[in-house]
Nanobody, 127 residues
Framework: QVQLVESGGGLVQAGGSLRLSCAAS????????MGWFRQAPGKEREFVAY????????YYSDSVKGRFTISRDNAANEVHLQANSLKAADTAAYYC????????????????????WGQGTQVTVSS
């Protein structure tokens, strides 16, 4: 059973940066594609970023494109989300998720496609 643990969230001023991390245990991360999602209070969960098993293919939501970068270190069994130029609208709980399909070019933005989820880390951006 794969377990995912997020870290790196916190309180930051608008325009600031955070680096979120997702550590995996109980499985080899290179067997999975990885995604980041977020959910703000009262809103539905939304897709943020995706990386194929090797990290060679990445996708981003329009709302974070150019500001966020997903990366992975398969040797360390970790995935990261570098979030720059943060806005108040980025305030949410952020979750990493693992997809047993190592590459998915069509439904990577659908949470139902992912097999394992972390517990989340809170990001709060003050304006």
């Amino acid at each position: 059973q794969v377990q995912l643990v997020e870290s790196g969230g916190g309180l930051v001023q608008a325009g600031g940066s955070l680096r979120l991390s997702c550590a995996a245990s109980g499985g080899t991360l290179s067997n999975f594609a990885m995604g980041w999602f977020r959910q703000a209070p009262g809103k539905e969960r939304e897709f943020v970023a995706y990386a194929s098993w090797s990290g060679s293919t990445t996708y981003y939501s329009d709302s974070v494109k150019g500001r966020f970068t997903i990366s992975r270190d398969n040797a360390a069994n970790e995935v990261h989300l570098q979030a720059n130029s943060l806005k108040a609208a980025d305030t949410a709980a952020y979750y990493c998720a693992a997809d047993l399909r190592r590459y998915n070019s069509h439904t990577y933005d659908s949470g139902s496609e992912y097999d394992y989820w972390g517990q989340g880390t809170q990001v709060t951006v003050s304006s």
